[in-house]
């Protein structure tokens, strides 16, 4: 079954400075991945994702993520974070087979400290 | 498009007592899905719906559950007899594109207190 790993709890990153959200991810096949915002007493967002094609996807708000075959990562990344930006960040798989099962990690929150 | 809708957008209730949550999916949407989330467990999709056909509920707790999907614009999630271990924040979400590759819509949630 396919499954998503989100290894920080927290990510805290100062106003201005490069924000990193980390997601690993495990499927049968090919991944279908995702990555969804959650602003507190919220439903969760779309943001981006990867299909397939170019390894680099760039989606809403300026966020864009790297999909890493080899590393079997898809992290989250944006140049320059906004105290807006703090919210929790969920990374998602599906596997290629037909399974309409979106599997979430556990969320990362990210705290922008101005 | 007016989004997902899902109410009440908070309900507490007492143990024993009968809860219903209502969702209505974006027109055109073929998918609905129920999810639950906690902050021991996250997100647990709990069952999903195909033109109103229920494909996988595995994720249902127990028989204390039950969802039904009368027609493409309207489902619910009803738990009978409520307990406090129910207490979660509920989300219906919706999409339009045959797996794998589609997003999901979700809806604000639905806050279940249960005491």
């Known amino acids: 079954a396919q499954s998503v790993a989100q290894p920080e709890d927290q990510v805290n990153v100062a106003e201005g400075n490069p924000l990193t959200v980390k997601c690993t991810y495990s499927?049968?096949?090919?991944?279908?991945l995702f990555w969804y915002v959650q602003y507190p007493n919220r439903g969760l967002q779309f943001l981006l994702k990867?299909?397939?094609?170019?390894?680099l996807v760039k989606g809403s708000y300026g966020f864009e993520a790297e999909f890493n075959k080899s590393q079997t990562s898809f992290h989250l990344k944006k140049p320059s974070a906004l105290v807006s930006d703090s919210a929790l960040y969920f990374c998602?798989?599906?596997?290629?087979?037909?399974?309409?099962?979106?599997?979430f990690g556990k969320g990362n929150q990210v705290v922008v400290i101005p | 498009d007016a989004g997902v809708i899902q109410s009440p957008r908070h309900e507490v209730t007492e143990m024993g007592q009968e809860v219903t949550l209502r969702c209505k999916p974006i027109?055109?949407?073929?998918?609905l899905f129920w999810y639950r989330q906690t902050m021991m467990r996250g997100l647990e999709l709990l069952i999903y719906?195909?033109?109103?056909?229920?494909?996988?509920d595995s994720g249902m707790p127990e028989d204390r559950f039950s969802a039904k999907m009368p027609n493409a614009s309207f489902s619910t999630l009803k738990i009978q007899p409520s307990e406090p271990r129910d207490s979660a924040v509920y989300f219906c979400?919706?999409?339009?594109?045959?797996?794998?590759?589609?997003?999901?819509?979700f809806g604000e949630g639905s806050r279940l207190t249960v005491l």
């Open positions: 998602a798989v599906r596997d290629y087979y037909g399974n309409n099962r979106l599997a």
């Open positions: 499927v049968s096949g090919n991944p279908y």
């Open positions: 990867y299909i397939t094609g170019d390894n």
């Open positions: 027109s055109g949407h073929d998918y």
């Open positions: 719906f195909n033109n109103n056909v229920p494909i996988d």
């Open positions: 979400a919706s999409n339009d594109y045959p797996a794998p590759t589609g997003e999901l819509f």
